[in-house]
């Protein structure tokens, strides 16, 4: 099974937009992470937001925000004022288990997003 | 500015050819990770180690071994290349105990077997 669904291969939308990039998870750990990364055409891996399962509050990063539904197990990526630099692929990760040493992020499959005028 | 390095952005090799990819962090990060990057698939993990000399198989450790003598640098292995390992190859490396930094990537290397 899947542990991390990102059920949108591709997004469009227009620049000063806000747009949502959708995540859910599966995991029967009480302690894990969530994370976000944006991968622009370049390739490199650009980390852009994290919530821990057991914050309270939606992380909030510049212009993204975390949509962090606990009981749904989605972590829905929210972009506000979209920009056209914003056009990259974004995926979804998940850590298991509280920071010890090793612990892996599980990726989903991605969302590339375009930026249009 | 902290990095992770990788030693090649393109490699083109041979079928049976051996080859190293070479991956060297200056963070003093206890942990390092190569994954493969394929269109729809997503991001896979091959190997990790959260020590030097230490390492675990993650997700997809067919055809691939590691090599981790020094804590910088953490090296994938191709023993015998094959035109399914065409992929883009991605090291990370990690804190222990630094709860939301995650990982800290390379810019990868995009290897073709021919």
Known sequence: ?117 | DVKVTQSSRYLVKRTGEKVFLECVQDMDHENMFWYRQDPGLGLRLIYFSYDVKMKEKGDIPEGYSVSREKKERFSLILESASTNQTSMYLCASSLTGNRNYGYTFGSGTRLTVV
Do not use: H
């Open chain 1, 1 to 117: 099974a899947q542990k991390i669904t990102q059920t949108q291969p591709g997004m469009f939308v227009q620049e000063k937009e806000a747009v949502t990039l959708d995540c859910t998870y599966d995991t029967s750990d009480q302690s894990y992470g969530l994370f976000w990364y944006k991968q622009p055409s370049s390739g490199e891996m650009i980390f852009l937001i994290y919530q821990g399962s057991y914050d309270e509050q939606n992380a909030t990063e510049g212009r993204y925000s975390l949509n962090f539904q606990k009981a749904r197990k989605s972590a829905n990526l929210v972009i506000s004022a979209s920009q056209l630099g914003d056009s990259a692929m974004y995926f979804c990760a998940m850590r298991e288990g509280i920071t010890g040493g090793g612990n892996k992020l599980t990726f989903g499959t991605g969302t590339q997003l375009k930026v249009e005028l």
